[in-house]
Protein backbone atom coordinates (compact mmCIF):
# COMPACT_ATOMS: atom_id res chain seq x y z
CA UNK A 1 0.00 0.00 0.00
CA UNK A 2 0.75 3.95 0.00
CA UNK A 3 2.67 5.72 2.08
CA UNK A 4 2.11 9.63 2.96
CA UNK A 5 4.90 11.37 5.26
CA UNK A 6 4.43 14.47 7.39
CA UNK A 7 7.19 16.08 9.33
CA UNK A 8 6.23 15.24 13.00
CA UNK A 9 6.76 18.83 14.57
CA UNK A 10 6.48 22.08 13.10
CA UNK A 11 6.42 25.40 14.62
CA UNK A 12 5.28 28.87 13.87
CA UNK A 13 5.22 32.39 15.64
CA UNK A 14 1.55 33.82 16.36
CA UNK A 15 0.51 35.68 13.37
CA UNK A 16 2.55 34.17 10.82
CA UNK A 17 2.06 31.87 7.73
CA UNK A 18 3.47 27.99 8.39
CA UNK A 19 3.10 24.99 5.82
CA UNK A 20 3.02 21.67 6.31
CA UNK A 21 3.39 19.28 4.02
CA UNK A 22 2.50 15.62 3.13
CA UNK A 23 4.30 13.48 0.23
CA UNK A 24 3.41 10.31 -0.68
CA UNK A 25 3.31 8.45 -4.52
CA UNK A 26 -0.81 8.73 -4.06
CA UNK A 27 -0.62 12.30 -4.38
CA UNK A 28 0.58 11.99 -7.73
CA UNK A 29 -3.04 10.97 -8.74
CA UNK A 30 -5.26 11.51 -6.08
CA UNK A 31 -6.26 14.82 -3.78
CA UNK A 32 -5.11 14.82 -0.39
CA UNK A 33 -7.20 16.42 2.20
CA UNK A 34 -6.32 17.03 5.77
CA UNK A 35 -7.57 16.91 9.31
CA UNK A 36 -7.12 18.78 12.66
CA UNK A 37 -6.86 16.62 15.64
CA UNK A 38 -7.00 18.66 19.24
CA UNK A 39 -5.78 16.64 22.42
CA UNK A 40 -9.21 14.30 23.65
CA UNK A 41 -10.94 15.56 20.27
CA UNK A 42 -11.66 13.61 17.33
CA UNK A 43 -10.33 14.96 14.07
CA UNK A 44 -11.88 17.67 11.99
CA UNK A 45 -11.47 18.03 8.29
CA UNK A 46 -10.02 21.43 7.53
CA UNK A 47 -9.26 21.13 3.98
CA UNK A 48 -10.47 18.20 1.07
CA UNK A 49 -9.83 18.53 -2.64
CA UNK A 50 -8.25 20.41 -4.75
CA UNK A 51 -8.90 23.74 -1.89
CA UNK A 52 -11.91 23.28 0.01
CA UNK A 53 -13.04 24.40 3.01
CA UNK A 54 -15.93 23.03 5.17
CA UNK A 55 -18.36 25.23 6.32
CA UNK A 56 -17.01 27.10 9.67
CA UNK A 57 -13.10 26.55 8.89
CA UNK A 58 -11.44 30.06 8.69
CA UNK A 59 -10.21 31.51 5.40
CA UNK A 60 -6.88 31.24 6.75
CA UNK A 61 -6.67 27.42 6.13
CA UNK A 62 -5.67 26.59 2.51
CA UNK A 63 -4.47 23.77 0.37
CA UNK A 64 -2.53 23.21 -2.80
CA UNK A 65 -0.52 20.32 -4.19
CA UNK A 66 2.62 19.88 -6.75
CA UNK A 67 3.65 16.52 -7.83
CA UNK A 68 3.56 14.48 -4.81
CA UNK A 69 3.88 16.57 -2.45
CA UNK A 70 -0.08 18.52 -0.76
CA UNK A 71 0.53 21.53 1.49
CA UNK A 72 -1.68 22.85 3.89
CA UNK A 73 -0.99 26.25 4.78
CA UNK A 74 -2.15 28.65 7.81
CA UNK A 75 -1.85 32.14 6.95
CA UNK A 76 -1.53 34.52 10.38
CA UNK A 77 -1.62 31.39 12.49
CA UNK A 78 -3.73 31.87 15.77
CA UNK A 79 -2.81 30.08 18.97
CA UNK A 80 -6.34 27.56 18.38
CA UNK A 81 -4.17 26.42 15.55
CA UNK A 82 -1.99 24.61 17.67
CA UNK A 83 -2.94 20.97 16.90
CA UNK A 84 -2.03 17.80 15.28
CA UNK A 85 -2.71 17.95 11.68
CA UNK A 86 -2.96 14.80 9.26
CA UNK A 87 -3.44 14.42 5.55
CA UNK A 88 -5.30 11.44 3.91
CA UNK A 89 -5.36 10.31 0.57
CA UNK A 90 -6.81 7.35 -1.45
CA UNK A 91 -4.53 4.23 -1.87
CA UNK A 92 -2.30 4.56 -5.78
CA UNK A 93 -2.06 0.66 -5.62
CA UNK A 94 -5.46 -0.27 -6.97
CA UNK A 95 -7.91 -1.10 -4.19
CA UNK A 96 -10.06 1.42 -2.39
CA UNK A 97 -8.56 1.88 0.55
CA UNK A 98 -7.43 5.01 2.12
CA UNK A 99 -4.38 6.35 3.75
CA UNK A 100 -3.21 8.86 6.34
CA UNK A 101 -0.10 10.61 6.88
CA UNK A 102 1.65 10.06 10.27
CA UNK A 103 0.22 13.59 11.67
CA UNK A 104 2.28 16.71 12.12
CA UNK A 105 2.25 18.63 15.96
CA UNK A 106 1.36 22.02 14.82
CA UNK A 107 3.12 24.13 17.75
CA UNK A 108 2.14 28.25 18.01
CA UNK A 109 4.99 30.24 19.54
CA UNK B 1 -26.76 18.56 12.47
CA UNK B 2 -24.97 15.68 11.51
CA UNK B 3 -23.97 13.30 14.72
CA UNK B 4 -22.36 10.50 14.97
CA UNK B 5 -22.47 8.49 18.33
CA UNK B 6 -19.80 5.62 18.66
CA UNK B 7 -20.86 2.99 22.03
CA UNK B 8 -19.05 -0.59 22.83
CA UNK B 9 -16.21 0.31 23.77
CA UNK B 10 -14.03 -1.74 26.66
CA UNK B 11 -11.22 -3.49 27.81
CA UNK B 12 -11.13 -7.08 26.95
CA UNK B 13 -8.24 -10.03 26.58
CA UNK B 14 -6.30 -11.10 23.71
CA UNK B 15 -8.69 -13.40 21.52
CA UNK B 16 -11.77 -12.06 22.27
CA UNK B 17 -14.97 -10.53 20.20
CA UNK B 18 -16.38 -7.08 20.64
CA UNK B 19 -19.12 -5.15 18.38
CA UNK B 20 -18.81 -1.35 18.45
CA UNK B 21 -22.46 0.89 17.30
CA UNK B 22 -22.49 4.22 15.89
CA UNK B 23 -25.49 5.77 16.08
CA UNK B 24 -26.24 8.43 13.11
CA UNK B 25 -28.69 10.92 12.91
CA UNK B 26 -28.72 14.45 10.54
CA UNK B 27 -28.56 12.91 7.22
CA UNK B 28 -29.87 10.52 5.36
CA UNK B 29 -27.95 7.33 6.90
CA UNK B 30 -29.41 5.11 4.08
CA UNK B 31 -27.83 7.05 1.28
CA UNK B 32 -24.18 7.14 3.04
CA UNK B 33 -20.76 5.22 2.25
CA UNK B 34 -19.59 4.80 5.92
CA UNK B 35 -15.99 3.81 7.25
CA UNK B 36 -14.30 3.19 11.09
CA UNK B 37 -10.99 4.84 11.35
CA UNK B 38 -8.86 4.13 14.70
CA UNK B 39 -5.93 5.56 16.47
CA UNK B 40 -3.69 3.96 19.22
CA UNK B 41 -2.98 5.54 21.88
CA UNK B 42 -0.68 8.01 20.94
CA UNK B 43 -0.41 7.26 17.49
CA UNK B 44 -2.08 8.63 14.28
CA UNK B 45 -5.05 7.40 12.58
CA UNK B 46 -5.66 4.61 10.65
CA UNK B 47 -8.18 3.54 8.15
CA UNK B 48 -10.10 0.09 9.59
CA UNK B 49 -12.75 -0.25 6.56
CA UNK B 50 -15.71 0.83 4.93
CA UNK B 51 -19.05 0.12 3.84
CA UNK B 52 -21.02 1.10 0.86
CA UNK B 53 -24.73 2.81 0.95
CA UNK B 54 -26.85 -0.12 -0.01
CA UNK B 55 -28.05 1.19 -3.18
CA UNK B 56 -24.47 1.07 -4.33
CA UNK B 57 -23.94 -2.60 -3.58
CA UNK B 58 -23.40 -2.87 0.18
CA UNK B 59 -20.08 -4.07 -0.04
CA UNK B 60 -17.07 -3.65 1.99
CA UNK B 61 -13.47 -3.16 2.02
CA UNK B 62 -10.87 -3.62 4.72
CA UNK B 63 -7.13 -2.57 5.90
CA UNK B 64 -4.94 -5.52 5.54
CA UNK B 65 -4.13 -5.44 9.39
CA UNK B 66 -8.22 -6.08 9.91
CA UNK B 67 -9.12 -7.98 7.24
CA UNK B 68 -10.73 -11.39 8.20
CA UNK B 69 -11.07 -10.54 11.79
CA UNK B 70 -13.13 -7.47 11.53
CA UNK B 71 -16.56 -6.99 9.81
CA UNK B 72 -18.82 -3.69 9.16
CA UNK B 73 -22.41 -3.85 8.70
CA UNK B 74 -25.17 -1.58 9.12
CA UNK B 75 -28.89 -1.25 9.60
CA UNK B 76 -30.36 1.33 8.12
CA UNK B 77 -33.49 0.86 9.62
CA UNK B 78 -32.17 1.92 12.73
CA UNK B 79 -29.38 4.67 11.67
CA UNK B 80 -26.82 2.64 13.10
CA UNK B 81 -23.34 1.42 11.60
CA UNK B 82 -21.44 -2.07 13.09
CA UNK B 83 -17.94 -3.32 13.73
CA UNK B 84 -17.54 -6.60 14.73
CA UNK B 85 -14.31 -7.28 16.34
CA UNK B 86 -13.17 -11.19 16.49
CA UNK B 87 -9.90 -12.30 17.65
CA UNK B 88 -8.48 -9.44 19.71
CA UNK B 89 -4.54 -8.30 19.29
CA UNK B 90 -3.29 -5.92 21.69
CA UNK B 91 -2.44 -3.84 18.63
CA UNK B 92 -5.91 -3.42 18.34
CA UNK B 93 -6.02 -1.49 21.08
CA UNK B 94 -7.02 2.30 19.69
CA UNK B 95 -10.25 4.67 20.18
CA UNK B 96 -12.34 3.75 17.47
CA UNK B 97 -13.87 5.86 15.12
CA UNK B 98 -17.14 6.28 12.70
CA UNK B 99 -17.07 8.40 10.27
CA UNK B 100 -19.53 9.26 6.94
CA UNK B 101 -16.53 9.13 4.07
CA UNK B 102 -16.62 10.79 0.65
CA UNK B 103 -15.51 8.40 -2.25
CA UNK B 104 -15.05 9.94 -5.64
CA UNK B 105 -12.66 9.29 -8.29
CA UNK B 106 -9.46 11.56 -7.09
CA UNK B 107 -10.26 12.20 -3.71
CA UNK B 108 -11.43 10.37 -0.78
CA UNK B 109 -12.03 12.08 2.45
CA UNK B 110 -13.88 12.44 6.01
CA UNK B 111 -16.35 14.99 6.25
CA UNK B 112 -18.06 13.87 9.49
CA UNK B 113 -16.52 11.81 12.69
CA UNK B 114 -17.83 10.75 15.99
CA UNK B 115 -16.32 11.05 19.39
CA UNK B 116 -14.60 7.62 19.15
CA UNK B 117 -15.19 5.17 21.38
CA UNK B 118 -11.82 3.44 23.18
CA UNK B 119 -11.42 -0.35 22.92
CA UNK B 120 -8.57 -2.31 25.22
CA UNK B 121 -7.16 -5.58 24.60
CA UNK B 122 -4.93 -6.58 27.19
CA UNK B 123 -4.27 -9.71 29.06
Known amino acids: SSELTQDPAVSVALGQTVRITCQGDSLRSYYASWYQQKPGQAPVLVIY???NRPSGIPDRFSGSSSGNTASLTITGAQAEDEADYYC????????????FGGGTKLTVL | EVQLVESGGNLIKPGESLRLSCAASGFTFSNAWMSWVRQAPGKGLEWVGRIKSKTDGGTTDYAAPVKGRFTISRDDSKNTLYLQMNSLKIEDTAVYYC??????????????WGQGTLVTVSS
Open chain 1, 49 to 51: GKN
Open chain 2, 99 to 112: TTGQDAATIYYFDY
Open chain 1, 88 to 99: NSRDSSGNPHVV
